[in-house]
């Protein structure tokens, strides 16, 4: 089995920053894709950042400049770095990653993770 534990959301004043992690575990030969999504109240869940292979990285036109996606590969984890945080940024966080075991390659999310920027 696999999963992905998230940690690192909470409350930030808007200008504030915050770091988010995602941490995969069980059986896993490789990950081609990794990343973040994020869903606000009553709204559909969108692509904030991601590994999406062979190195590429892709950020929403909204977070661009802002937020900074790593990876380290040694401990299957991928972080979101977020600056200068909006309240726009309010939203449940997701890590999404696609997955290959011995079984084939399956499609992983995260419990979710809360963001809250306000003051």
């Known amino acids: 089995q696999v999963q992905l534990v998230e940690s690192g959301g909470g409350l930030v004043q808007p200008g504030g920053s915050l770091r988010l992690s995602c941490a995969a575990s069980?059986?896993?030969?490789?990950?081609?894709?990794m990343g973040w999504y994020r869903q606000a109240p009553g709204k559909q869940r969108e692509l904030v950042a991601a590994?999406?292979?062979?190195?590429?990285?892709d950020y929403a036109d909204s977070v661009k400049g802002r937020f900074t996606i790593s990876r380290d590969n040694a401990k299957n984890t991928v972080y979101l770095q977020m600056n200068s945080l909006k309240p726009e940024d309010t939203a449940v966080y997701y890590c999404?990653?696609?997955?290959?075991?011995?079984?084939?390659?399956?499609?992983?999310w995260g419990q979710g993770t809360q963001v809250t920027v306000s003051s």
């Open positions: 999404n990653a696609h997955i290959t075991n011995w079984s084939g390659v399956g499609n992983y």
């Open positions: 069980g059986r896993i030969v490789s990950i081609p894709y």
């Open positions: 590994f999406t292979g062979g190195g590429n990285t």
